[in-house]
């Protein structure tokens, strides 16, 4: 029986999420174990809270000069944010406008002679443009990546998200969105795929959804495309590799929502 | 230094005063982060102001518990993310945070500084702190620790959490005195 030594390699999993040097890779796993498993929970609270204290070894001084300018650009940022907040006095209003209207004078100007002065490095600009478009596209769907991630993860911690306890996890729901989370599903026949199903409100029959394979460890995390508010019920069974339209086999577990 | 978690609470009502306190009472912790992890002054004053400003502009971001644990967090997480970006590498290497569901552990901690954690980071064994410092300051995932120190990988992450447990023990000890 390995049961000893997986339950203390899953927590060891657990305690690395804790600290934050698990790969992108195990990542689900991790969170699945921690959703389904009080133990796990439990650890994962409990490191964490001590690993986030490790940075405070770190302080440091920060050389006058430094820390000034860092404060200076700080409390202007942060003035000029309060400041139209305020009704402005009616005393004010028109050199405030006199002022604005300068600025706004002052950088025209400045434009202008920029432009003068570049006008023999524009070729260079465009290029520079142009790679800085393909750069902001990549960065754009990273952080997409990362947002859908972090809104999972979000959701599936949130305390106001429904869980309902299946067969070996948890299915959660939060506002639209449907996750199932589940732990040590068993293996899966060769050719064989686990399939989620949904059953929309008022329909009769289940709508196939994603199909999946849990990991070694039987671990899964799987957001369903369905939305929650109109969705009856999930199911999930096993169904021959590629999915199936209708269940061909009898569901590992079917949770109705309330 | 004044309490972080009170301050937070005036910088959500936009007091400047409180914002400023707040910068004086934890801006060199930001920055001692992110320069311990990026060994870059000029990126560590960058990360440092962005982190303040985003305490300012999302006050709302930290809810409760150890604001200068939570702060340390934020700090680490932002510069690797700032590492990552100047290298060109896509940003979803890092991986997001599970949130905690109970704030009790966080509560515990409220109280505990500095030197009570380095105290206790020195009761750990090496074996057991250096995956944990490395982990922490170096932005990397427990197969790279377990590449660069020779150690098996199971190995480190049992010393990851063996020395986690002891870390926590130690400083739960300390906050029951």
Same mark, same amino acid.
Do not use: C
């Given at each position: 029986?390995?049961?000893?030594?997986?339950?203390?390699?899953?927590?060891?999993?657990?305690?690395?999420? !804790?600290?934050?040097?698990? @790969?992108?890779?195990? $990542? !689900? $796993?991790?969170?699945?174990?921690?959703?389904?498993? @009080?133990?796990?929970?439990?650890?994962?609270?409990?490191?964490?809270?001590?690993?986030?204290?490790?940075?405070?070894?770190?302080?440091?001084?920060?050389? =006058?000069?430094? =820390?000034?300018?860092?404060?200076?650009?700080?409390?202007? !940022?942060?003035?000029?944010?309060?400041?139209?907040?305020?009704? @402005?006095? =009616?005393?004010?209003?028109? =050199?405030?406008?006199?002022?604005?209207?300068?600025?706004?004078?002052?950088?025209?100007?400045?434009?202008?002679?920029?432009?003068?002065?570049?006008?023999?490095?524009?070729?260079?600009?465009?290029?520079?443009?142009?790679?800085?478009?393909?750069?902001?596209?990549?960065?754009?769907?990273?952080? $997409?990546?990362?947002?859908?991630?972090?809104?999972?993860?979000?959701?599936?911690?949130?305390?106001?998200?429904?869980?309902?306890?299946?067969?070996?996890?948890?299915?959660?729901?939060?506002?639209?969105?449907?996750? /199932?989370? /589940?732990? !040590?599903?068993? *293996?899966?026949?060769?050719?064989?795929?686990?399939?989620?199903?949904?059953?929309?409100?008022?329909?009769?029959?289940?709508?196939?959804?994603?199909?999946?394979?849990?990991?070694?460890? +039987?671990?899964? /995390?799987?957001?369903?495309?369905?939305?929650?508010?109109?969705?009856?019920?999930?199911?999930?069974?096993?169904? *021959?590799? +590629?999915?199936?339209?209708?269940?061909?086999?009898?569901?590992?577990?079917?949770?109705?929502?309330? | 230094?004044?309490?972080?978690?009170?301050?937070?609470?005036?910088?959500? #009502?936009?007091?400047?005063?409180?914002?400023?306190?707040?910068?004086?009472?934890?801006?060199?912790?930001?920055?001692?982060?992110?320069?311990?992890?990026?060994?870059? #002054?000029?990126?560590?004053?960058?990360?440092?102001?962005? %982190?303040?400003?985003?305490?300012?502009?999302?006050?709302?971001?930290?809810?409760?518990?150890?604001?200068?644990?939570?702060?340390?967090?934020?700090?680490?997480?932002?510069?690797?993310?700032? &590492?990552?970006?100047?290298?060109?590498?896509?940003?979803?290497? %890092?991986? #997001?945070?599970?949130?905690?569901?109970?704030?009790?552990?966080?509560?515990?901690?409220?109280?505990?500084?500095?030197?009570?954690?380095?105290?206790?980071?020195?009761?750990?064994?090496?074996?057991?702190?250096?995956? %944990?410092?490395?982990?922490?300051?170096?932005?990397?995932?427990?197969?790279?620790?377990?590449?660069?120190?020779? %150690?098996?990988?199971?190995?480190?992450?049992?010393?990851?959490? #063996?020395?986690?447990?002891?870390?926590?023990?130690? &400083?739960?000890?300390?906050?029951?005195?």
């Amino acid at each position: 029986m390995n049961e000893p030594r997986d339950r203390e390699a899953l927590l060891d999993l657990v305690a690395a999420y !804790a600290l934050g040097v698990l @790969p992108p890779a195990e $990542h !689900a $796993h991790a969170a699945a174990a921690i959703l389904a498993d @009080p133990d796990a929970r439990r650890e994962y609270d409990e490191l964490r809270a001590t690993a986030n204290l490790i940075g405070l070894t770190a302080e440091e001084p920060v050389d =006058s000069a430094r =820390s000034a300018r860092m404060k200076e650009r700080l409390l202007s !940022a942060v003035r000029a944010d309060v400041a139209p907040r305020r009704a @402005p006095a =009616s005393g004010v209003r028109s =050199s405030a406008l006199f002022g604005t209207m300068l600025a706004a004078a002052a950088a025209v100007v400045f434009a202008l002679i920029s432009v003068i002065q570049n006008f023999g490095l524009r070729s260079d600009l465009h290029d520079a443009q142009r790679r800085v478009v393909a750069l902001q596209a990549a960065a754009d769907t990273d952080r $997409h990546a990362i947002e859908r991630d972090r809104t999972m993860l979000a959701d599936l911690a949130a305390g106001d998200a429904k869980r309902y306890a299946v067969a070996y996890g948890t299915v959660v729901t939060r506002g639209a969105n449907v996750y /199932l989370a /589940l732990a !040590a599903l068993p *293996p899966l026949p060769r050719g064989k795929v686990y399939q989620a199903w949904t059953l929309a409100r008022g329909a009769t029959a289940m709508t196939p959804s994603v199909t999946f394979a849990p990991n070694q460890a +039987g671990t899964t /995390l799987v957001p369903l495309a369905a939305d929650a508010r109109a969705t009856a019920a999930v199911a999930v069974s096993v169904e *021959p590799d +590629g999915g199936s339209r209708q269940p061909t086999t009898k569901p590992t577990f079917v949770q109705p929502f309330g | 230094m004044e309490d972080g978690a009170r301050l937070m609470e005036r910088v959500r #009502a936009r007091d400047v005063d409180a914002f400023e306190r707040l910068y004086d009472g934890y801006h060199r912790l930001v920055f001692g982060i992110a320069l311990r992890i990026a060994s870059d #002054a000029a990126l560590a004053e960058d990360v440092t102001q962005s %982190i303040f400003l985003t305490l300012w502009s999302t006050p709302e971001a930290f809810r409760d518990g150890n604001f200068a644990a939570w702060l340390s967090r934020v700090a680490r997480n932002r510069t690797l993310d700032a &590492l990552r970006s100047r290298a060109n590498r896509p940003t979803d290497d %890092i991986p #997001a945070d599970l949130p905690a569901e109970g704030s009790t552990e966080a509560f515990a901690f409220a109280r505990i500084d500095a030197q009570r954690v380095r105290g206790a980071l020195s009761e750990l064994t090496d074996e057991q702190r250096t995956p %944990i410092e490395l982990g922490f300051f170096g932005g990397i995932t427990h197969e790279e620790i377990a590449r660069r120190t020779g %150690i098996p990988l199971g190995t480190i992450k049992t010393r990851i959490r #063996a020395g986690l447990r002891r870390l926590r023990a130690s &400083l739960s000890e300390a906050v029951s005195r």
